[in-house]
């Protein structure tokens, strides 16, 4: 399985980026995707998961600003990220899992990119 991060930058209070995670060797059909952000001195954290069926979790902090989504053909996970805060700055990780249980804990998942800076300024 490999993981490719892409998308990040940086970008005002209020602004948007779409992040993309090229994914190969995963079976979408039984699989689990996430991603996940860490800040500078903090721990790596859930932002949001996809499973196999459809159906998506998100951290409270990016209910109603964050979508998950992905493209079966394009082997493509994607992070829709609009009204954009300073406290979303992070490195953004893509993950990977198998299994059906879409948990948005770091021991859940096997695979990981190499992640992808977003950077947010006020």
């Known amino acids: 399985v490999q993981l490719v991060e892409s998308g990040g930058g940086s970008v005002q209070t209020g602004g948007s980026l779409r992040l993309s995670c090229a994914a190969s060797?995963?079976?979408?059909?039984?699989?689990?995707m996430a991603w996940f952000r860490q800040a500078p001195g903090e721990s790596r954290e859930g932002v949001a998961s996809r499973a196999s069926d459809g159906t998506t979790t998100y951290a409270d902090s990016v209910k109603g600003r964050f979508t998950i989504s992905q493209d079966n053909a394009k082997n493509t996970l994607y992070l829709q990220m609009n009204t954009l805060k300073p406290e979303d700055t992070g490195m953004y990780y893509c993950?990977?899992?198998?299994?059906?249980?879409?948990?948005?804990?770091?021991?859940?998942?096997?695979?990981w990119g190499q992640g992808t800076q977003v950077t947010v300024s006020s």
């Open positions: 993950a990977a899992a198998a299994g059906h249980f879409c948990y948005l804990t770091t021991f859940r998942y096997t695979y």
């Open positions: 060797g995963v079976t979408y059909s039984t699989s689990c």
